[in-house]
C-alpha cells in the first residue's frame, strides 16, 4: 500500500499546483479590466487594447492620467469618465475612423478596428492639443479666422526718426 500513498500523494499535489496555476492566470479579456469600453470594440483583447492605449498615449505626449481619473483608492479608474479628455479620445477615435472610411478605403481587422493612413500621431505629432506642434508652418494662424483664410499680415511699423 506505500505505493497507492505515494501515488495518491503525487496526483494530489499535481491537482493543488494545476488549480493554483489556473486560478492566478488572467483572462486575456475580462471584463473587470474595461467595464466602460464605449467605442473600441467589448471583445478587444487586454493586451491590445493596452497596446492601443500606448500607441495614442505616445501620439500626444502624455500619459495615462491625461484621459483617466484617479479613483478614491488612489489608483487609476480607467472606467470613470469623470475627465472630459476621455470623451474627447473617444470623439477623435472616431473622427479618424470616418476619414479612414470616407478617404482612404479603411479596412478593418479582425476585432472591426478601422485601419487606415490617418492615426493621432497624424496631426498630434507627440503634443496633447494639435494647433501647439511646435515648428509646423500651416501657412495660416491656427487661431485666426478659422475657415482656411490665412490670418492678414500684421500693420506696417511707423516710419523712424519723424
Given at each position: 500500500?506505500?505505493?497507492?500513498?505515494?501515488?495518491?500523494?503525487?496526483?494530489?499535489?499535481?491537482?493543488?499546483?494545476?488549480?493554483?496555476?489556473l486560478?492566478?492566470?488572467?483572462?486575456?479579456?475580462?471584463?473587470?479590466?474595461?467595464?466602460?469600453?464605449?467605442?473600441?470594440?467589448?471583445?478587444?483583447?487586454?493586451k491590445?487594447?493596452?497596446?492601443?492605449?500606448?500607441?495614442?498615449?505616445?501620439?500626444?505626449?502624455?500619459?495615462?492620467?491625461?484621459?483617466?481619473?484617479?479613483?478614491?483608492?488612489?489608483?487609476?479608474?480607467?472606467?470613470?469618465?469623470?475627465?472630459?479628455?476621455?470623451?474627447?479620445?473617444?470623439?477623435?477615435?472616431?473622427?479618424?475612423?470616418?476619414?479612414?472610411?470616407k478617404?482612404?478605403?479603411?479596412?478593418?481587422?479582425?476585432?472591426?478596428?478601422?485601419?487606415?493612413?490617418?492615426?493621432?500621431i497624424?496631426?498630434?505629432?507627440?503634443?496633447?492639443?494639435?494647433?501647439?506642434?511646435?515648428?509646423?508652418?500651416?501657412?495660416?494662424?491656427?487661431?485666426?479666422?478659422?475657415?482656411?483664410?490665412?490670418?492678414?499680415?500684421?500693420?506696417?511699423?511707423?516710419?523712424?526718426?519723424?
Open positions: 500500500m506505500p505505493i497507492n500513498k505515494k501515488i495518491a500523494t503525487i496526483i494530489c499535489l499535481s491537482a493543488v499546483v494545476t488549480f493554483s496555476a486560478t492566478s492566470m488572467r483572462a486575456d479579456h475580462d471584463d473587470h479590466d474595461k467595464p466602460n469600453l464605449k467605442v473600441l470594440p467589448k471583445n478587444i483583447p487586454h491590445v487594447l493596452h497596446q492601443v492605449m500606448e500607441d495614442w498615449a505616445t501620439a500626444l505626449g502624455v500619459h495615462c492620467n491625461f484621459c483617466h481619473a484617479k479613483g478614491d483608492d488612489g489608483k487609476m479608474d480607467f472606467a470613470s469618465d469623470a475627465k472630459p479628455e476621455k470623451n474627447m479620445a473617444r470623439n477623435m477615435y472616431k473622427m479618424a475612423a470616418k476619414i479612414n472610411n478617404y482612404f478605403e479603411g479596412k478593418k481587422d479582425s476585432l472591426g478596428m478601422v485601419i487606415g493612413e490617418i492615426k493621432c497624424t496631426c498630434h505629432h507627440g503634443s496633447p492639443h494639435p494647433d501647439e506642434v511646435k515648428g509646423m508652418d500651416m501657412g495660416h494662424d491656427m487661431h485666426g479666422p478659422g475657415n482656411g483664410q490665412q490670418a492678414p499680415p500684421p500693420p506696417p511699423a511707423p516710419p523712424a526718426g519723424n
